[in-house]
Nanobody, 126 residues
């Protein structure tokens, strides 16, 4: 079992930056693929970024490619999402998620992930 807690959300002006963290507790984090998703009001939850267990492979949604960076520190049981050049359309609740299938390449579908954090709000003003 893995518990995930996101932090770092907030209010920022368009063009600004925010860094999100997701701290994991429980066993197995260092072997799990991890993902970031987001959900805006009235919208479906959508894939943002994912990273494999070692951090050597990363994947991004087209809408954030070149602006967001996912990374992880297995010694600290933490995954990060650095968000630059933020746009109002990035406004959403951001969730981190873990896939319990150790050493698997990360996937983009939310149903592939077993553990979820409670989410952190990111609001980008025009």
């Amino acid at each position: 079992q893995v518990q995930l807690v996101e932090s770092g959300g907030g209010l920022v002006q368009a063009g600004g930056s925010l860094g999100l963290s997701c701290a994991a507790s429980g066993r197995g984090f260092s072997s799990y693929p991890m993902g970031w998703f987001r959900q805006a009001p009235g919208q479906e939850r959508e894939f943002v970024a994912a990273i494999n267990w070692s951090g050597s492979n990363t994947y991004y949604a087209d809408s954030v490619k070149g602006r967001f960076t996912i990374s992880r520190d297995n010694a600290k049981n933490t995954v990060y999402l650095q968000m630059n050049s933020l746009k109002p359309e990035d406004t959403a609740v951001y969730y981190c998620a873990a896939d319990h299938r150790a050493f698997k390449l990360p996937l983009r579908a939310s149903y592939e992930y077993d553990y979820w954090g409670q989410g952190t709000q990111v609001t980008v003003s025009p």
